[in-house]
């Protein structure tokens, strides 16, 4: 009888595997290319490898878990929605850092936009004004400021150098100041101090927005992480302390019935998650060689 259920774990096990790997392959992992305007594409399949080694500690962990569990209860779909449930959770309870590193960002564009408005009142020119900003840039934007500059003094093309600084930042605001010096740097616009003044002033208020729509989202993960905590604590509970009121669940059509419970609860949480997620507005400027878009997705 052990041999069986530990086969059973096992086979559980493998099925689990066999998902995460599914739908690692499914999603992918984006690559951005930095120099070759022409990068050969990486198959599917390794992207997935490399997406699971990055994470193999929560991977195993959730294997382990999973065989466990199987093993404690018999149920090779009970190891197999264990070992979802593992690498699902912490994903959907988590807080969504994201959105904080978002928010410091486009205030750094704010920062960094009236620095080099500051600077071309004092009669610089355009790529005078960046390179001076490159001495002491905001801290969210210090590699693609620094990374600008470096663009300007090899001899490329503003531009194209505003361009590539528009896809380092990959920000829906620094396209829009981005934009305007560009179209500074290519038709000669007037009065171009005071447009980044008004963009500036405009990134502030995007970023006050956003600390009040993040405020608001706080209440909506809370909530998330009460209804998925009660689930799985009440579940847990009747496994382990009231292991006959689950004896149903030991015949192969118990198995299937669980496995639809547990399909029907893990959409929930994924949809529950996904209400306090907010898409990103579309970038106005998107490097053509860029693979994806950055989005806001599921949260984590």
């Not at 090899?154 to 605001?173: H, K, N, Q, S």
Request: overall charge neutral; some cysteine.
């Amino acid at each position: 009888m052990n041999a069986t259920v530990l086969l059973c774990g096992l086979l559980g096990m493998a099925a689990a595997g066999g998902v995460v790997l599914a739908a690692a392959g499914w999603r992918g992992t984006p690559v951005r290319p930095e120099a070759d305007t022409h990068p050969t594409p990486t198959p599917r399949w390794l992207l997935a490898m490399r997406e699971i080694l990055r994470h193999q500690r929560l991977v195993i962990g959730a294997v382990v878990a999973g065989i466990v569990a199987g093993v404690l209860t018999g149920w090779p779909v009970g190891g197999l929605l264990t070992t979802i449930a593992v690498l699902l959770v912490p994903r959907i309870v988590a807080p969504d850092s994201g959105a904080t590193e978002r928010t410091e960002r486009i205030e750094a564009v704010a920062v960094w936009t009236e620095m080099l408005r500051d600077t071309l009142s004092a009669a610089a020119g355009l790529e005078q004004g960046l390179r001076a900003t490159a001495a002491a840039p905001p801290t969210a934007l210090a590699g693609p400021v620094r990374a600008l500059a470096g663009r300007i003094d090899a001899g490329e093309r503003l531009p194209d150098a505003l361009r590539a600084f528009a896809d380092d930042v990959d920000d829906p605001t620094c396209d829009l100041v981005v934009t305007a010096l560009v179209l500074a740097a290519e038709r000669q616009a007037r009065q171009l101090a005071a447009l980044l003044g008004t963009l500036a002033e405009a990134a502030r208020e995007q970023v006050v927005m956003r600390l009040k729509i993040d405020a608001e989202r706080a209440r909506v993960h809370t909530s998330v992480r009460i209804v998925v905590a009660t689930t799985l604590t009440m579940a847990a509970g009747l496994v382990l302390l009231n292991r006959t009121y689950l004896d149903p669940f030991d015949t192969g059509t118990g198995q299937i019935v669980l496995a639809g419970v547990g399909g029907l609860f893990g959409l929930a949480f994924v949809w529950m998650a996904k209400i306090a997620a907010i898409p990103a507005p579309a970038r106005l400027l998107q490097n053509p060689t860029t693979s994806t878009t950055t989005r806001e997705a599921i949260p984590s």
